[in-house]
């Protein structure tokens, strides 16, 4: 059973930064791909990215692109996101969730294992 714990959520302004962080622990991290998703108020929750087993391969949505970062440090079972050029629309819980496979994937179908959340809010 993989047990993820998000960090890193807060208040911020318009154009700042915020890192996220999710922690992993009970699983094997180092061999599932993992991915950071977000729901905002009514609405339903969206894919933001994804990384692979390795690192090697990321994916984004086109409204974060060139905003956001994914990693991972498979030594801490640690994923990270980096959030830049904050928007009001980005306000929102980001949810950090666990694949059963190694591939990076927008699936939210392909995700078993998710944390409770970390909620971000934008002020304009």
């Known amino acids: 059973q993989v047990q993820l714990v998000e960090s890193g959520g807060g208040l911020v302004q318009s154009g700042g930064s915020l890192r996220l962080s999710c922690a992993a622990s009970?699983?094997?991290?180092?061999?599932?791909?993992m991915g950071w998703f977000r729901q905002a108020p009514g609405k339903e929750r969206e894919f933001v990215a994804a990384i692979s087993w390795s690192g090697a391969i990321t994916y984004y949505s086109d409204s974060v692109k060139g905003r956001f970062t994914i990693s991972r440090d498979n030594a801490k079972n640690t994923v990270y996101l980096q959030v830049n050029s904050l928007k009001p629309d980005d306000t929102a819980v980001y949810y950090c969730a666990a694949s059963a496979v190694a591939r990076a994937t927008r699936d939210q179908e392909d995700y078993n294992f998710w944390g409770q959340g970390t909620q971000v809010t934008v002020s304009s």
């Open positions: 009970g699983g094997t991290f180092s061999s599932s791909a």
